[in-house]
């Protein structure tokens, strides 16, 4: 498997620090609103490397955080007269809704910054033991210029970062390119005990010690969008480098942006979208699509058209599974001669899909492997075929969706018995060639809700 690494701006052969094993960070939401579609992006994204790691049989440890201690969280808690404690736990529950609802698996582990503050504190503490960062009244920051390779994640030279540094009212940094670690306590804002006095942690050495904590020195891969290179990404490898003395992450993985029509999302200009606003107007599973019928690295524009397009797609996928349940209930014949050649033709989808996602994880192309094979199936259920084939197809649908994390909304509805025997009724009446009463009993179904196709294996039936 091959992934694009911004560290060195290519491609390059996947190879984990363990064989076999991988350790994976993604950074997660900080938790004092709704996410919105552009948060959604990397969530879904990673969520599909993670199940395709293990589909290709690594054994992933997959950390996402919650930052549940910033400034936007202080601001959201003194506006509602509440505790931050009280806006993080409200929005991490909200997240688990949204989170479930796009089919997302839970992490390996979920910390919270505040969980950490153990960990955040001996890593300070080591960097200002070591020189590489300073106290003073109160605050702690890094000293940029000491680690001689800073900005070799977002490939600018220190000059080009330094022209828009400044040094906001209240710092007292040395340089204007220095980056807070631990912040002194403020009126109003949470607060713990470390050496330099009561205060809270920076935003970027929070991830770094979460990373630490639970994965160790250095790991495999670090996820996250494209607007977290600079500074977020790059100030992580820097504090964690200069404290450890050992290589950070080997693989680094940022996602696209999202525009909406055409435009960047943003709240003045009244296109701003939450997960949930979409989801109650088109469900949670056409975001998902949307999310991975690009590839992850390139930009998305968001529409309403898009979204239907999307919706529209996912319908297809769920009537080729329906079909399959259908045709397997109704087959007439265990096996047949030549299903071994049909399945070997189908699985040649299998490795169209595996090609694709071992190329930097192309979900776009893989997703035109699954309606690859959507299309095999859908003109091999054109006549008959035997369990043993249908089973087959099955399998292989709910393998290769299952690695995207599509199709997870499929519902087996039963019919009650006063549908069930007009049904009948209407069977028996076709075999009678009474063709009146079989139309008089399809039409008052229809206005049931009930929309049924006749087809050579028997009536199929659907909620119109």
């Given amino acids: 498997m091959k992934v694009f690494n911004t560290l060195h701006k290519c491609k390059e ?20 609103n709704y996410i919105h579609i552009g948060n959604a992006r990397p969530i879904c994204v990673f969520d599909t490397l993670r199940r395709y790691l ?34 993080a736990e409200r929005y991490i529950k909200e997240y688990l809704t949204d989170a479930e609802g796009l089919g997302i698996r839970p ?46 994640l977002s490939h600018m030279p220190l000059e080009d970062l330094e022209s828009g540094a400044r040094i906001a009212v209240g710092e007292v940094k040395e340089d204007a390119m220095d980056f807070a670690l631990w912040k002194a306590a403020k009126e109003g804002e949470p607060a ?60 680094w993985m940022h996602n696209g942006y999202i525009n909406v029509d055409n435009k960047k999302m943003s709240k003045s200009l009244n296109n701003f979208f939450t997960v949930r606003d979409v989801a109650e107007q088109y469900g949670y599973e056409p975001i998902k699509f949307m999310m991975l019928q690009a590839h992850y690295r390139s930009p998305i524009n968001y529409s309403v058209e898009v979204i239907e397009q999307c919706k529209a797609a ?29 399945k070997a033709a189908l699985a040649t989808r299998r490795d169209q899909f595996v090609a694709a996602m071992d190329d930097d994880l192309n979900t776009a192309d893989g997703i035109a492997a699954v309606f690859d094979l ?25 393998e290769l969706t299952g690695v995207l994390g599509l199709v997870y909304n499929r519902k087996k509805e039963d019919l009650d018995s006063e549908i069930e ?24 179904l229809k206005d049931k809700g009930i929309v049924l196709e006749d087809t050579p294996q028997g009536v199929k039936w659907s909620r119109a």
Avoid at 208 to 225: F, K, P, V
């Fill in 13 to 32: 052969e996947f190879v984990p620090l363990t064989p076999g094993k991988v350790k994976m960070y993604a950074c997660g939401p900080t938790v004092y």
């Fill in 54 to 87: 293990e589909y290709r049989g690594y054994d992933v440890t997959f950390v996402q955080n919650f930052t549940d201690v910033d400034d936007k969280l202080i601001k959201k808690a003194n506006e509602e007269g509440i505790t931050v404690k009280e806006v």
């Fill in 107 to 152: 992490a390996t582990f979920h910390p919270r910054a505040t969980e950490n503050m153990e960990k955040i504190i001996e890593i300070v503490k080591t960097l200002v033991d070591k020189g590489y960062a300073y106290a003073v009244g109160g605050d702690v920051y890094f000293r940029t210029k000491k680690f001689d390779e800073y900005g070799k």
């Fill in 192 to 251: 713990w005990d470390s050496p330099w006095g009561k205060g809270r942690p920076g935003w970027h050495i929070e991830c770094t010690a979460m990373i630490n904590n639970l994965l160790g020195d250095t790991i495999d891969i670090h996820c996250g969008g494209q607007d977290l290179i600079f500074p977020h990404h790059e100030n992580e490898i820097a504090q964690a480098e200069c404290c450890t003395g050992k290589e950070y992450a080997r693989y």
């Fill in 314 to 342: 996912l319908e297809r996928l769920y009537n080729c599974r329906d079909n399959l349940d259908f045709m397997l209930q109704n087959a007439a014949e265990e096996t047949r001669e030549g299903d071994a050649e049909r």
């Fill in 374 to 398: 959507v299309k095999d199936i859908n003109t091999a259920l054109n006549e008959p075929q035997s369990r043993d084939y249908i089973r087959y197809a099955a399998g292989l649908f709910d």
């Fill in 421 to 444: 025997a007009l049904i009948e009724k209407r069977q028996q009446a076709r075999k009678n060639k009474d063709f009146k009463t079989a139309d008089a009993i399809r039409d008052e």
